[in-house]
C-alpha cells in the first residue's frame, strides 16, 4: 500500500475526471490525502468585493481582510464542493483545514512581506492518521495558524509538501495545468535535479506558480518525501507521467 499526497491546483479542481482517478487511485490500494487550492475562487471573490489580488512568485498577498475571504472559498466552498463530488465517486471523503487538529502550525512566510501569510513550521499529522485509520479520505484546505493562534494563508504547495513529509509520503504529486515541468520549447522535461530545479528558477525558465511547486518540491525531498512529481491530472493514475524530481542526479529515476 502506498501513501499518497496529491495537490490539486485550482484549474484541475473543476475537471470531471478528477473524482473518478483519486477513486481509481484508492481502488488500486493507495492511502490518498488530497490537498487543495482555489486561488482563482478566492481572486474572484475578491474583485466581486472591490479588493485586487495581489502577487509575488506565484504567492499570494494576504491582508487579514483577505484573510477572510480566504477562509471562506478554500475551507468552505471549495473544500465541502470537493468532498461532494468525491463522494459521489464512491469516496469516503472527510474535509479539513490546516487549522483543524493543530495540522499546521506555521512561521510568517518572507519576514511579512506578504501579509497573513504562513510557512509550515511544523505539522501535527495525527489527524490525518486518524482519517486513514478509519478508512477515509482527508481533503485538506490550506489555512493554518501561527503559534499565537492567528490564523494565516499558506501556499497549497508548501502545505502539501510539509503534510508529506510529516507522513513520511512514498510520493507527493503537484497536480498542474500542464504536463510537468516544461523546457523552453514548451517540451515536457521528464526530470530535474536539485541544481536542475535551482537553475531553470535562476534563469527565468520557470514563472510564477511554477516557482513556488519547485521550492515546495524540493522541501519535500529533503523532507525525506520518497518521491516528487509535477503533472497533470493523468499522473494520479499513470505512474510514469509529469516530471520526476530528485535532489541529486546519480538518483535520477531509471
Known amino acids: ?12 479542481q473543476g475537471d470531471p475526471a478528477l473524482a473518478t482517478a483519486l477513486a481509481a487511485a484508492v481502488a488500486a490500494g493507495d492511502r490518498v490525502c488530497v490537498v487543495h487550492g482555489g486561488g ?8 466581486e468585493l472591490g479588493a485586487e489580488p495581489a502577487f509575488h512568485n506565484g504567492r499570494r498577498v494576504t491582508t487579514d481582510g483577505d484573510l477572510v475571504v480566504v477562509r471562506m472559498v478554500l475551507s468552505g466552498t471549495v473544500n465541502k464542493r470537493l468532498v461532494g463530488e468525491f463522494a459521489g465517486a464512491g469516496l469516503a471523503a472527510v474535509g479539513v483545514s490546516g487549522e483543524d487538529g493543530g495540522l499546521l502550525t506555521c512561521r510568517v512566510f518572507a519576514d511579512g512581506a506578504l501579509g497573513a501569510v504562513g510557512e509550515p513550521a511544523s505539522v501535527n499529522p495525527a489527524l490525518i492518521h486518524a482519517l486513514f485509520a ?9 489555512v493554518g495558524r501561527f503559534a499565537d493562534g492567528r490564523g494565516c494563508n499558506v501556499n497549497g504547495d508548501d502545505a502539501a509538501a510539509a503534510i508529506a513529509a510529516a507522513l513520511g509520503a512514498d510520493e507527493l504529486l503537484l497536480v498542474a495545468d500542464v504536463p510537468g515541468v516544461l523546457d523552453a520549447a514548451g517540451a515536457r522535461i521528464p526530470w530535474l535535479d536539485g541544481e536542475g530545479m535551482a537553475a531553470l528558477i535562476t534563469s527565468g525558465g520557470a514563472k510564477g506558480g511554477m516557482i513556488a511547486k519547485l521550492e515546495s518540491a524540493r522541501r519535500a525531498l529533503d523532507g525525506g518525501v520518497a518521491r516528487v512529481r509535477i503533472g497533470n491530472l493523468s499522473a494520479v ?8 524530481l530528485v535532489v541529486h542526479a546519480q538518483r535520477r529515476p531509471r
Open 237 to 244: 493514475t499513470d505512474a510514469d507521467a509529469g516530471t520526476t
Open 134 to 142: 478509519g478508512g477515509f479520505v482527508p481533503v485538506v484546505s490550506p
Open 1 to 12: 500500500m502506498s501513501l499518497r499526497v496529491i495537490k490539486i491546483g485550482g484549474r484541475a
Open 40 to 47: 482563482d475562487e478566492v481572486s474572484q471573490l475578491q474583485r
